[in-house]
C-alpha cells in the first residue's frame, strides 16, 4: 500500500521546545539552540533521501508562551510554502503541541498534505533522546506516499513514540515517559515499529480537487471550568460574569455529570439565555458525555447546554475560538459544536 517518495520535499518548521534545548552547564537550565546546532546532532537527517528545507522561529519559544497569533503564523507559512512542499513537519514543545494540532485542523481547511508536529520529552544532545526517532519518523511521513503517489496522512498529526495520532484527538499526558501523548477517543492513524503501518480507514482521504484555504480568525473570549465536589457559587457566578466572555468549557463527572444544586442550574441557564455557548466536555480521558443517560446530565441539557461529545479539551477550546471567531450567533455555534469540522468529534 505505502511506497516511499522519491525526491519528496519536506518543510520543517521549528518553533521550538525541549527538543531543540541544550544543557546550560553553569545553571543545569534548559536553553534553546538554534535549527542549525539541531541539524549537528542528528547528521542522520542528511541520508534521508527527501529535500528539508527548514523555517526557524527567531528566538525558539517554549510552548507554555504559545499564542494564536502563533497559531495564524504557522497557518500563513504552510499556506504560503503550501505548493512548495510535499508535507510539512513543526517541531514543537509538549505542553501545548496538542493546542496547537488542534487549532490548525480547524485553521487549514481542506488540507490535503500531511503536516506532522512532533518534539520530545528529552533534549536532542542528551544521548538517550527521545527526539531523534520522533524527528526521522515525523519527516518519513510527511513525505510518504501511496502508489498513486497521493500523500498517506493528508490530515494535521501528532507524531510521538512510535504512533501516529489525529492531532485534535490528542492529550498531552505524561509528564515524565516518552509516551507523552495519547489519542483516547480514536485509534492510531499509524504505528512505526520495523515498518510503518498505517490505518487508512481511520485516516482522512485525499481529495484530488480539494483546496487547502486559510482560516486566521480567532476569539479568545472563552474560559474553562473544571467541576469538583465542594465548588462554591460564587466561582461559577464570577465566571459567568467575565466581562466579553462567550463560551465556557465545562468539564463535568464521568459522561457529563453535573451537581443537581439549583443555584448551579439557574446560573448555567442565565448564561445560555445571555448567549453564552456552555460545552460540557468530561474530565474523564476517555469516552463520551452523554446527557441523556442521567438526571445529572439531562438537566444541563435542558438549559442550554451543549454536549462536547467525545471532544478533548484542547479541541473544545479551539474549535470555540475558530467558530466565535468567525462570527457565528450562539445557536449556530451550538449546532457545529455537534458537527464535526475535522473528525475532531464522533458523530
Ligand atoms: N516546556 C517545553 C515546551 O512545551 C516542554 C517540551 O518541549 O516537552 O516547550
Redo the contacts with the bound molecule.
Keep these: 500500500m505505502k511506497e516511499k517518495a522519491k525526491n519528496a520535499s519536506v518543510l520543517l518548521i521549528y518553533t521550538?521546545?525541549?527538543?531543540g534545548?541544550i544543557e546550560n552547564t553553569q545553571t543545569g537550565t534548559l536553553e534553546n539552540f538554534n535549527f542549525e546546532q539541531l541539524q549537528q546532532y542528528i547528521p542522520e537527517l542528511r541520508k534521508l533521501n527527501f529535500q528539508i528545507d527548514s523555517y526557524q522561529f527567531d528566538p525558539p519559544?517554549?510552548?507554555?508562551?504559545?499564542e494564536p497569533e502563533i497559531w495564524k503564523k504557522l497557518v500563513t507559512i504552510i499556506r504560503e510554502h503550501y505548493d512548495q512542499y510535499d508535507g510539512f513537519v513543526i517541531l514543537?514543545?509538549?505542553?501545548?503541541?496538542a493546542y496547537t494540532a488542534s487549532a490548525l485542523s480547524f485553521m487549514l481547511e481542506g488540507l490535503n498534505k500531511p503536516v506532522i508536529l512532533t518534539?520530545?520529552?528529552l533534549p536532542i544532545g542528551v544521548l538517550r533522546t527521545d527526539g531523534k526517532e520522533n524527528l526521522m519518523t515525523s519527516i518519513e511521513i510527511a513525505a510518504a506516499q501511496d502508489i498513486n503517489g497521493h500523500p498517506m496522512v493528508p490530515e494535521v498529526c501528532i507524531f510521538f513514540e512510535n504512533h501516529l495520532m489525529r492531532g485534535n484527538r490528542t492529550t498531552k499526558m505524561n509528564a515524565e515517559n516518552f509516551n507523552?501523548f495519547r489519542s483516547f477517543n480514536y485509534p492510531a492513524l499509524a504505528v512505526a515499529g520495523i515498518h510503518i503501518r498505517f490505518n487508512p480507514v481511520h485516516i482522512h482521504s485525499y481529495a484530488e480537487t480539494r483546496e487547502v484555504k486559510a482560516h486566521l480568525l480567532l476569539d479568545t473570549n472563552i474560559a474553562v471550568l473544571k467541576l469538583f465536589p465542594g465548588i462554591q457559587e460564587n466561582v461559577i457566578v464570577a465566571t459567568l460574569a467575565i466581562e466579553g466572555l462567550k463560551a465556557l468549557v465545562l468539564e463535568t463527572y464521568g459522561s457529563g455529570n453535573a451537581p443537581r444544586k439549583p443555584w448551579f442550574i439557574r446560573c448555567l441557564k442565565e448564561a445560555s439565555e445571555r448567549g453564552i455557548v456552555v460545552v460540557n466536555v468530561t474530565q474523564c480521558n476517555a469516552g463520551t458525555v452523554e446527557m441523556e443517560r442521567y438526571e445529572t446530565g439531562y438537566q444541563l441539557l435542558q438549559v442550554g447546554v451543549v454536549s462536547g461529545r467525545d471532544s478533548t479539551t484542547e479541541s473544545a477550546v479551539t474549535k470555540l475560538m475558530f467558530l466565535i471567531g468567525h462570527g457565528y450567533s450562539a445557536t449556530e455555534i451550538r449546532e457545529r459544536m455537534n458537527q464535526s469540522i475535522a473528525g475532531e468529534i464522533s458523530v
Design positions: 521550538g521546545g525541549t527538543i534545548m519559544m517554549d510552548s507554555s508562551d504559545m514543537h514543545g509538549t505542553d501545548t503541541m518534539g520530545s520529552q507523552a
